[in-house]
């Protein structure tokens, strides 16, 4: 292997930000190319939907009550300026079962539509 050789990291880090795939970095980049043309605004990475779960179980022998906050991280959070729409992004390789169940979550919770981006344009 060659001492020149880039890592895996460093062919998926943009603006000193490491992120999980080629495809999420250059999605970044092509979404800051919108921000700075004007098209969207507000761009956030990484925004957290957390919620909080209390449960009480039917058997009284247990403890009285279960609580338990989970969190989504989506990749992405912006505004479009021609609609003033909010968007929130996942870019998706793989749509795993731990996903596909937070992305039901979260979307009841919030009342909002995760739209995936499984390529860039």
């Known amino acids: ?18 992120f999980h795939s080629k495809l999420e970095m250059n999605r ?4 800051k190319e919108l921000e700075r043309a004007g098209a969207i605004t507000d761009l956030v990475i990484q925004p ?3 919620w909080h779960v209390t449960c009480q179980p039917e058997d009284t022998s247990m403890e009285a009550e279960y609580h338990a906050t989970e969190s989504y991280y989506a990749d992405f959070r912006y505004t ?3 609609n003033n729409e909010d968007v929130i992004e996942d870019v998706k390789g793989v749509r795993t079962s731990t996903y ?3 992305k039901k979550i979260v979307e009841a919770l919030f009342g909002i539509k995760i ?3 499984t390529q860039v344009i």
């Open 100 to 102: 596909k169940r937070k």
């Open 80 to 82: 479009i300026v021609q």
């Open 28 to 31: 970044y980049l092509f979404l």
């Open 48 to 50: 957290r939907f957390a």
């Open 115 to 117: 739209t995936e981006v």
């Open 1 to 18: 292997m060659s001492k020149f050789r880039t890592s895996s990291k460093d062919q998926r880090t943009a603006d000193g930000i490491v």
